[in-house]
């Protein structure tokens, strides 16, 4: 807990500092979702930003949580107090780009001589919150992808050095960690991101009709009739051999409660969570992280981005757009950006310069970051094709909100896998065409 | 004699109530009639279209089965929730008045849950029931799977009726203990000395005596576990397994803010205002009709 006491009293300090010369400095709002120790992070990079030079000064504010982000914009828009920049999670990007209140990003950049190389972002990164024909509409900030975590000591006893690299073959260790006695060598929970969305990418499954969604907002799903249905039947069985287990919130544990502890063997989660892992494990826990596992190692194709992005609204004043101009150009700079989010959280540098500079300096050799490339890794496992790009659906919570009632539902033998998902298809659809129909005569950018 | 006191300048009455109207226009009628226009319309979360569709709403609503869950979910949440937490403080507050040693910390600690917020509430339930790792694991050990209300619809339900009875008790146990002191002595003492054990005493005479807070308490908690019990479903469930928790308050929250689907959630509320103000219409005018008050 130290060196948080220590960055919020430092924090405090540069804040007394700007608010020494304050009148006469440009302020501009900037909302952002994180909580707890990621919050921090942000709030001391805007410290940082403030006390960096002497004319533009940034209001930070949490709005705890992005679903609570997205919400407060959207009452602020309305209201006409909206912030100048917000951050907002991947799957906000529809609602903001249909939203009429956005600054597109690269327009922004041109406008406001900001030198931005859109062409240095993974690819990865910069197709999933483009528009459809290529443009950044925001800038992406805190980026991540899942990964798979996975306990050494627990492969030992089974005699593998190494992780499995598909899926099958995660079946055949989990059995016979079974038999050597492991209680739980898999944990899982009902996360679509994970789940749903990741395991399509890697395998270049389809989720939706029209290139996932990114071709218009006629998009229908179809994860009901991909292999997501066998692998979701395979995670019903593995549950039923007492092979794999859920762990969420509910069970009393987290899957990275669950795996820190030493509980369970493995998971498939961000890579987000190295850092916290790293911070709260069990002494002694012998864990690495790899790619995720696929259906054929020779089809494997690049995950897919989460994380968040920061958006410029609408409506504000020259001025206002100037000093966020200028905050934007630090927070997206290799090391005042970059560098600083990567060292001070588990998330991933957002372009390929960024990557090398944090490599050529020996950043992934150092113990506590050990693995964290595999990340990059994994975004960039493959080209990014059409069904690897991302997922823009309207009203997407809604759809993960199905996929978790899907898989509650067969887990409790309600009804069987192909009827849970197919209704979580159905109800998908649903939502789409009632979204569709919202913004009938608006097209999706 | 005039009893009642009367403004006869009828421009100062009406200042004097200005400012209540003000607040009651403000903060009720106006966001309900602002309701009821998205329920007419679809409006986009950001504001800039707005396009008439009539009655599509509610049929989108009411021809949902799984709205329907919602409502059966939530009625029985409310009745079993009120009758456990009115049941309780009964109990408790005729314990304390009869005076049993230590009556005076117990008036105390029995209040206390009501002071605490519902999502402290639920954050103790869920760590209490955990099935894996809480204070309840030790029961799935010794019956494996019998408590599990990560999976089990029914499990979850009846913990978010406990935890909601739970923290309404002491509520209802402070009006419950006010009623029974306000009851003269004479009237127990003299069904004392006519040979009235304390049971009968407490149904013949307290209870018939206590109708009008019964009665009282009855519609409170009702519409509380309608519209009150959003922070602990959100901690405790999040509406899940499969929806088995989804209250209607509860689903107005995922599809509006979660959503951002404003006129479903508003059709929603419409709804659900209409229903609260019908069931306490129906209470006032039947079950109302039994209560003596004296």
């Known amino acids: 807990m130290k060196p948080y006491i220590l960055g919020a009293i430092s924090c405090s300090l540069l804040a007394l500092a700007s608010a020494a010369n304050a009148n006469d400095r440009i302020k501009f709002d900037f909302w952002h979702g994180l909580t707890g120790q990621l919050g921090e992070v942000v709030e001391r990079q805007c410290a940082l930003f403030n006390g960096s030079q002497t004319e533009y000064e940034v209001t930070c504010t949490g709005q705890g949580g992005y679903d609570m982000a997205e919400q407060n914009t959207i009452a602020a828009f309305r209201a006409g107090e909206q912030p100048t920049i917000v951050q907002m999670y991947e799957i906000g990007t529809v609602n903001f780009m249909l939203s009429g209140a956005i600054y597109p990003a690269n327009q922004f950049a041109k406008d406001h001589g900001l030198d931005i190389d859109w062409s240095a972002y993974f690819p990865g990164i910069a197709n999933y919150y483009a528009t459809s024909t290529g443009e950044m509409w925001s800038f992406p900030y805190n980026s991540s992808t899942a990964v798979f975590y996975w306990n050494k000591d627990a492969w030992a006893k089974i005699g593998k050095d190494h992780a499995p690299q598909t899926w099958d073959e995660l079946g055949a260790d989990l059995a016979a960690m079974k038999e050597a006695g492991i209680e739980c060598g898999f944990a899982f929970d009902y996360d679509a991101w994970m789940n749903l969305e990741q395991f399509s990418a890697v395998n270049a499954l389809p989720v939706a009709t029209m290139d996932n969604g990114y071709g218009g907002l006629g998009a229908e799903v179809t994860f009901h009739e991909t292999p997501f249905v066998d692998h979701m039947q395979r995670y019903k069985d593995w549950v039923d051999q007492g092979f794999a287990r859920v762990q969420t919130q509910q069970t009393g544990k987290s899957l990275v409660q669950a795996f820190a502890d030493g509980t369970c063997a493995s998971m498939v989660h961000t890579i987000g969570n190295h850092s916290v892992i790293k911070d709260t494990q069990v002494d002694g826990l012998n864990w690495d992280v790899t790619l995720m596992p696929v259906i054929d190692v020779d089809n494997r194709h690049n995950s897919i981005v989460g994380g968040a992005a920061l958006w410029v609204l609408q409506g504000k004043s020259p001025e206002e757009y100037k000093a966020a101009a200028a905050f934007l150009a630090y927070v997206t700079g290799a090391e005042t950006g970059e560098r600083y989010m990567v060292e001070n959280t588990g998330y991933i540098p957002v372009t390929l310069p960024g990557f090398e500079l944090l490599k050529n300096s020996g950043f992934y050799e150092q113990d506590r970051f050990r693995g964290r490339e595999v990340a990059i890794a994994s975004l960039t496992a493959s080209d990014v094709t059409p069904l690897t790009r991302g997922i823009r659906l309207g009203n997407h919570i809604a759809i993960r909100n199905e996929i978790r009632t899907a898989m509650e539902t067969f887990l409790s033998g309600k009804a069987d896998v192909k009827t849970a998902v197919t209704e979580a298809a159905e109800r998908s659809n649903q939502t789409l065409r009632r979204f569709e129909q919202t913004y009938r005569g608006a097209e999706l950018p | ?294």
Request: charged share 15%.
């Open chain 2, 1 to 294: 004699m005039n009893k009642r006191a009367t403004f006869s300048n009828s421009w100062l009455a009406a200042a004097l109530l200005l400012p209540q109207l003000l607040l009651v226009f403000i903060f009720f009628y106006w966001p309900s009639g602002e309701a009821l226009w998205w329920s007419f319309t679809l409006e986009r979360p950001f504001g800039g279209g707005n396009e008439w569709v009539g009655f599509y709403n509610y049929l989108s609503v009411l021809q949902d089965s799984r709205y329907w869950g919602s409502v059966r979910v939530s009625v029985i949440f409310a009745i079993a929730a009120s009758a456990l937490s009115i049941l309780l403080a009964l109990m408790l507050a005729v314990f304390v008045d009869r005076r049993m040693r230590g009556h005076q910390i117990l008036k105390t600690g029995f209040f206390l849950p009501y002071a605490l917020a519902a999502p402290a509430v639920g954050l103790a339930f869920r760590f209490i029931f955990a099935p894996d790792a809480g204070l309840i694991a030790g029961i799935n050990r010794v019956f494996p799977g019998l408590w599990n209300p990560a999976l089990d619809g029914n499990d979850a339900l009846t913990l978010i009726i406990l935890a909601q009875a739970w923290s309404l008790v002491g509520y209802n146990f402070i009006f419950f203990l006010a009623g029974l002191q306000s009851i003269p002595r004479a009237l127990l003492e003299a069904g004392a000395m006519d040979g009235a054990g304390p049971l009968r005493r407490v149904w013949d005479l307290q209870l018939p005596l206590l109708a009008p807070t019964l009665f009282f308490l009855l519609v409170i908690n009702i519409t509380d576990s309608f519209v009150n019990s959003f922070g602990i479903v959100d901690i405790v469930t999040s509406g899940g397994p499969a929806r088995a928790t989804e209250l209607m308050v509860y689903k107005v929250y995922t599809d509006g803010f979660q959503g951002k689907d404003s006129s479903l959630a508003a059709t929603q509320s419409v709804i659900l205002m209409v229903l609260i103000m019908a069931l306490t219409f129906v209470q006032f005018r039947f079950i109302e009709r039994k209560v003596h008050y004296n």
